[in-house]
């Protein structure tokens, strides 16, 4: 299983984003594929995720309204578009993997795979 994510980087206050998570060595229509953020000196928090089996999704209250996420079934390719972005979203976001099960979200302990995770800076 191997998950990497790109399109991190440093933006100001108000602007956009738009994360990529390249999925490969799982069956991806059988997996829910989320988001999850570690900022410094804080614990690990859910962003986001979407069951690739019937397209439900699922949002962290601190990003509705803000935060899409899609699945690009033939690319194997999962997209978090992050908009009016604000300093508070500064953090490493993490691409994870998960087998569908009865659970959605997934429990944490549901999750199989991280990415090597990639740096998004919103300044003020």
């Known amino acids: 299983v191997q998950l990497v994510e790109s399109g991190g980087g440093l933006v100001q206050a108000g602007g956009s984003l738009r994360l990529s998570c390249a999925a490969s060595g799982f069956n991806f229509n059988d997996y829910v594929i989320g988001w999850f953020r570690q900022a410094p000196g804080k614990g690990r928090e859910g962003v986001a995720c979407?069951?690739?089996?019937?397209?439900?999704?699922h949002y962290a209250d601190s990003v509705k309204g803000r935060f899409t996420i899609s699945s690009d079934i033939a690319k194997n390719t999962v997209f978090l578009q992050m908009n009016s972005l604000k300093p508070e979203d500064t953090a490493v976001y993490y691409c994870v993997s998960a087998p569908r099960s009865w659970a959605f979200p997934p429990l944490l302990s549901e999750y199989d795979a991280w990415g090597q995770g990639t740096q998004v800076t919103v300044s003020s």
């Open positions: 979407i069951s690739n089996s019937d397209g439900r999704v």
